[in-house]
């Protein structure tokens, strides 16, 4: 089994659809109407296999409600500094446990973080237990 898209709750899909694609650097992967009122915007982040779907008439969760969506990233400082530079709000770094993480919302609220990939020792410690 490979999870390939995540649903993400927004109120406004064009909003939304450039946040992802200007700040974020997300690849649309395309924007269709499939029935009236079901529009379905697929976003992909640089170098994923998963991807996101925004859009209109497919959930029935509230916009802003996701949280903890984990984006993985080998220098985090680098991204971070990216996504700053293409306006996006990011949090500082945090270090917690080894493990540095950054976090930003969308338009909406929706709650995102950005991982700093884990360390080899201390992902090998982990694997030992």
């Known amino acids: 089994m490979h999870l390939e898209v995540v649903q993400v709750p927004v109120a406004d899909v064009g909003a939304s659809k450039s946040f992802y694609t200007e700040k974020l650097g997300f690849v649309l992967d395309h924007d269709v109407e499939h029935i009236p009122g079901m529009r ?7 170098g ?22 984990q984006l993985v990233v ?24 080894g493990v540095q ?4 919302a969308d338009p909406d609220g929706n709650r995102w973080v950005i991982q700093g990939a884990t360390p080899p020792a201390l992902r090998d410690a982990h694997l030992d237990r």
């Open 40 to 46: 379905v915007v697929q976003l992909t982040p640089p």
């Open 48 to 69: 994923s296999a998963a991807s996101i779907v925004i859009g209109t008439g497919m959930t029935g969760m509230q916009p802003g409600s996701l949280e903890g969506l």
């Open 74 to 97: 080998t220098d985090i400082v680098g991204v971070r500094a990216e996504l700053l530079g293409r306006g996006a709000a990011i949090s500082e770094i945090q270090d917690l446990g």
């Open 101 to 104: 993480f950054a976090f930003f």
